[in-house]
Structure formats: structure tokens, C-alpha cells
């Protein structure tokens, strides 16, 4: 989804905030908090050192925001005040593709790309992720810090965790990979065509 938001384009997804009153907006290094009701920009959250990739509300905190970036990091911020309340080192420091959340755990599902250079623009980094195999899907733990490396995922274009937090879907060209985290393993499923999308179904057992 492209949103303007003053002169800057958003190459990210947008996200709304946890009470549905503000939109969430990559736009570069930093991310715009726009109000749903004026379109009035009520802050920013800075301090990114790259893209910021990925906005989401916490899964657990709903006066907090996450994000993710190329500087291979991930954020916590207060969303009353903007103000960045933690910083996680993401493995090897590598950038950060794509990000996702389950309303019932703090664990936060993340794929990145320890081969990729951070300090590239985001063309270049986009390029070389669609060629790279050195894609992985991580777990990290927001209360602990604790990260695992759940399974590979070259070229991933597409990232979700079901609500229960249960299993973790990726996609990459033709194939969908779905992780149990209680058996630690993942299924491939290769499709015919191209695979634009993926998500679970809010409350229903189906992907």
C-alpha cells in the first residue's frame, strides 16, 4: 500500500494504532503517527538509523508500538508520547524484512537477512533480498530479549503468526512455509503460481 503523507511516499505497509485513532506510517527512518480523524500528523517516532520496514501495535501492550528496520533492530515506543523505550539487537545485527505478532504471546515473528548490508538504500537491499538464500524466520521473545532461529526462508515476500501464536506462515515465489512452534518444524507447500499474500483467519483454525 503506497500512503502520502505530506511529500513522502510510504513503501511499507501502514498500520493502525492499538485504539484504531492513529495511522501508523513508515516514511524513511522514522515512522509518522497520523491522526484516522483530521489527517493531522500528531508525532513521530525517531531514532531508526536505516528503513524503518515494519509498524505494528504491541501484541501485549496496547499503550506501546513496535518497529523494525534495515539497521537490524527492533524498537519499542510509548505511543502517548513517542518516546523510544527500548532498542533490540536483532541476530548478527541483520536487517529486518518483515515482522509479525499474535495477540497472545510477546513473542514477535521477524525474517531477516544476515548477508544483506545495512547501511544500503532500500532499492538495493529489496534487489539483493529477492535473490538472497540466506533469508531466516526468528522468534524473538520482547519480554526476555530471548531469539531462535525457527527454519530458512529464502526470498521471503510475505510474513504471519496465527492469533494463537501457535504457527508461523512465510512465503517466498511459489512456496508457503508453515512452522509449528510446538512440534519446531515446518511444512513446505509448493504451489503452481505465484504467492502474493498470507494470513490466518482471525478467529478461525485456517490459513
Known sequence: MAVRVGARLSLYPVAFSADSKALLVPAGNEVRVISTTTGELLGRLRGHEATVTRVLPHPQNRLQILTASHDGTVRVWDSAD?????????????????????????????????????????????????????GRVVSLNLRTGKQQVLFNCRACHGLAASPDGKFVASITANTLYVYSTAERTAIKHTHKRYLTTVAFHPSEPFL
Open 82 to 134: 513517542y518516546r523510544c523505550l527500548s532498542t533490540i539487537e536483532v541476530m548478527d545485527r541483520a536487517p529486518v524484512l518483515f515482522m509479525a505478532t499474535s495477540p497472545s504471546s510477546d513473542t514477535i515473528f521477524l525474517n531477516i537477512n544476515r548477508k544483506l548490508p545495512r547501511d544500503a538504500d532500500v532499492d538495493a537491499i529489496e534487489k539483493a533480498a529477492a535473490k538472497s538464500r540466506s
